[in-house]
């Protein structure tokens, strides 16, 4: 890897050995950072706020490194004799971990913030508060289909330094990023693509504002010969400042970029490419048909990968081919099986309100709707009345359920509401209120952590679940 690099970054690798280096945070990027900076010599040193025998798999994977672990009770004492920390996206820099070594002036960086600074190729970014793995990865496909030599990864759950390995300076790396591994950014992408913001992880970010600044600065460091793909239809977005070209991407109308006209995405008006040059639109690409992913929402997705992938020079007959060709990606808006003439659909991703609306608005079919787990302090109200219009039940669980039921309450919904006192009983009960013909959701509009590790774990247990059913429903016939 080291031939491919710039000298700026052989000299940032050479400047970990030797020295130690804390890491807080044993999650994925954790991990991948343990394995990175041991491999380039450094002296590491891992804060996590679980115990040893919750991260047992974990440390037995590291057990031929050299490494000191700090497990269980986070101090700030913990990491100050440390050279430079790196913090996983899951802890907060406000964590007395991380807040008190750097108001003694020891550098606080992350493995995102790492790999801009080391990575030899150009990176197409992408952010939002939903679409991002979706849009992520059909872009990540995009390029390839068009022989481009691409890497795709970030919080899409693929963790960045070690595919770096075989990274060249032609290499795209396609990264989703979300806004907490965004807060910190000092360097933007190539080209960022900004799908959407609306409120969301308000339970770690102060206010809006600073979610907001958060995923802002995917653009607000381009230069002026890069590429910003932004919302055309999002007020929030096309506010954002930042020095890259615009290309929009629009339900509503025609743009510079890509938009819907009728059942048609069309690419037209001035697209800009990298380089300060701009591309022939070639009209009318897609049919909303073509798209084998439900939901309006699903067709913003397709038209921002659409728009980014132009911009980098990739044909429209590969862009088309990919799409026509797309599945979902698991745990959104997933078709898990047919049981008993009821669909079981897993969109365990949707951890926000405005998700869960996204998965309603996706289907005609009456819908048993399963929600909760733990809160964000995002606004319920628009969430329960779209419940109370598209919703035969709602089978609620964890620790929101109480806020749920209260928002429905207030939105007059009419629905039949339960709650389950585990996430194992959300599916039988859910089987019981559905009819033939219904649509049974996982589409929570809550974060998994208050049962489960994740929303994959989430939604792994729907399918688990669904499964049974499926036994039990052969065995009856």
């Known amino acids: 890897?080291?031939?491919?690099?710039?000298?700026?970054?052989?000299?940032?690798?050479?400047?970990?050995?030797?020295?130690?280096?804390?890491?807080?945070?044993?999650?994925?990027?954790?991990?991948?950072?343990?394995?990175?900076?041991?491999?380039?010599?450094?002296q590491i040193t891992v804060s996590d706020s679980a115990n040893a025998p919750t991260l047992a798999l974990t440390l037995d994977s590291l057990r031929d490194l050299p490494v000191r672990y700090l497990l269980g009770n986070q101090l700030g004492s913990d990491l100050m004799n440390c050279d430079e920390i790196l913090v996983s996206p899951g802890v907060a820099r406000s964590a007395p971990v991380v807040a008190e070594p750097a108001a003694a002036g020891i550098p606080v960086s992350s493995a995102t913030r790492l790999y801009f600074e080391l990575c030899p190729g150009p990176v197409l970014a992408v952010t939002g508060s939903s679409g991002k793995t979706t849009t992520t990865t059909l872009i990540g496909r995009m390029l390839r289909a068009a022989g481009l030599p691409t890497l795709v990864g970030g919080n899409i759950g693929t963790p960045m330094l070690a595919q770096m390995e075989s990274a060249t300076p032609s290499t795209w790396s396609v990264l989703e990023l979300s806004s907490f591994q965004l807060e910190d950014m000092t360097q933007s992408p190539r080209v960022g693509a900004v799908l959407n913001i609306t409120p969301n992880h308000l339970d770690r970010h102060v206010d809006m504002e600073e979610y907001i600044q958060a995923k802002g600065n995917l653009i607000r460091f381009q230069r002026e010969d890069d590429v910003a793909v932004l919302n055309a239809d999002d007020p929030i977005v096309c506010t954002l400042p930042g020095h890259g070209r615009a290309v929009f991407f629009s339900l509503q109308g025609p743009v510079d970029g890509t938009w819907l006209e009728g059942n048609q995405l069309v690419a037209g008006g001035r697209i800009p490419a990298l380089g300060g040059t701009h591309i022939d639109a070639p009209g009318p690409f897609l049919t909303t048909t073509q798209i084998p992913l439900r939901g309006l929402h699903n067709v913003a997705n397709v038209l921002a990968?659409?728009?980014?992938?132009?911009?980098?020079?990739?044909?429209?007959?590969?862009?088309?081919?990919?799409?026509?060709?797309?599945?979902?990606?698991?745990?959104?808006?997933?078709?898990?099986?047919?049981?008993?003439?009821?669909?079981?659909?897993?969109?365990?991703?949707?951890?926000?309100?405005?998700?869960?609306?996204?998965?309603?608005?996706?289907?005609?079919?009456p819908i048993v709707l399963i929600a909760g787990g733990r809160d964000k302090h995002l606004p319920m109200e628009d969430w329960a009345r779209a419940i109370?219009?598209?919703?035969?039940?709602?089978?609620?669980?964890?620790?929101?359920?109480?806020?749920?039921?209260?928002?429905?309450?207030?939105?007059?919904?009419?629905?039949?509401?339960?709650?389950?006192?585990?996430?194992?009983?959300?599916?039988?009960?859910?089987?019981?209120?559905?009819?033939?013909?219904?649509?049974?959701?996982?589409?929570?509009?809550?974060?998994?952590?208050d049962e489960f590790r994740d929303y994959e774990a989430r939604g792994e247990a729907f399918r688990t679940a669904v499964r049974e059913l499926q036994k039990d429903d052969s065995i009856a016939g």
């Open 305 to 365: 990968a659409s728009a980014a992938a132009l911009s980098v020079g990739c044909p429209v007959a590969s862009i088309a081919e990919v799409v026509r060709s797309f599945r979902p990606v698991p745990h959104r808006i997933e078709i898990v099986a047919e049981v008993e003439g009821v669909t079981y659909v897993n969109d365990s991703i949707a951890t926000s309100p405005e998700r869960s609306m996204a998965a309603l608005a996706s289907f005609e079919e």
């Open 1 to 42: 890897m080291d031939g491919n690099l710039t000298e700026s970054a052989k000299e940032r690798l050479r400047g970990f050995r030797g020295r130690t280096i804390g890491i807080v945070g044993l999650g994925r990027e954790g991990l991948d950072l343990v394995r990175f900076l041991c491999g380039h010599g450094a």
């Open 388 to 449: 109370g219009e598209r919703v035969r039940a709602v089978v609620l669980v964890g620790e929101a359920s109480g806020q749920i039921r209260a928002a429905l309450k207030a939105a007059a919904a009419r629905c039949p509401v339960e709650s389950a006192g585990s996430f194992a009983q959300v599916v039988p009960m859910a089987r019981r209120l559905a009819r033939r013909g219904d649509v049974v959701l996982l589409s929570p509009g809550c974060t998994s952590f």
